[in-house]
């Protein structure tokens, strides 16, 4: 799958069949209320050391990684799940879920296409623009917002967002992974008035 049916992909995975909640203002339904409960990542302590900073809002975070060795000599893969607990359910189901994309090639395409930066757009910011090989120094993503990666029909539940990358051809399985678990809870709509 290359990046611009990723794009595509994801941004009809954010659309609701209207309009998304969060964008409508005169909407009779109020807008999800989204909340980070918790951050796991984890860096390969060899590559980098990884640390993230959730916002006092708990609906963004970011994430600074140190990175100590090049990376990008091997094939680099990411994989991308969202896995979903009903409330009151008892296990996670997966709701979407996107194996061994190219990592050089997403960087690349993002980098250089505004119409990828377009549909993954969002209040996001990079420290500097990454290419493969990735060099030695500091990175930063903020502003990361779980309305961005989360969709916009949502229902009561724990949502866990997952994100890793791995070496396809290196003897190093996992460099990077970082899950991001939220609790949504969607108020009851109003009834419309006439």
């Not at 069949?17 to 807008?31: G, H, N, P, T, V």
């Not at 549909?119 to 990079?126: G, N, R, T, V």
């Amino acid at each position: 799958m290359n990046l611009i049916q990723i794009a595509l992909f994801l941004s009809l995975f954010r659309l609701s069949y209207c309009k998304s909640l969060w964008d409508d203002e005169d909407s009779a339904c109020q807008k999800p209320i989204l909340r980070i409960s918790h951050i796991n990542v984890y860096g390969e302590s060899r590559y980098m050391k990884v640390f993230t900073f959730i916002h006092e809002d708990r609906t963004q975070f970011d994430l600074n990684v140190l990175l100590k060795q090049e990376l990008g000599s091997n094939f680099l893969i990411f994989n991308m799940k969202v896995r979903v607990r009903p409330q009151g359910g008892a296990n996670f189901v997966t709701l979407l879920q996107m194996k061994r994309l190219d990592l050089c090639g997403f960087l690349t395409d993002f980098s250089g296409n505004p119409m990828i930066r377009y549909f993954l757009k969002s209040h996001m910011q990079m420290s500097k623009i990454i290419s493969c090989p990735v060099r030695v120094g500091n990175f930063s993503v903020a502003n990361v917002s779980v309305y961005d990666i989360y969709p916009a029909n949502l229902q009561n539940a724990t949502y866990k967002f997952f994100v890793d990358v791995v070496e396809g051809t290196g003897e190093i399985a996992k460099v990077f992974a970082l899950q991001v678990t939220t609790d949504i809870s969607v108020p009851a709509c109003r009834l419309a008035q006439e």
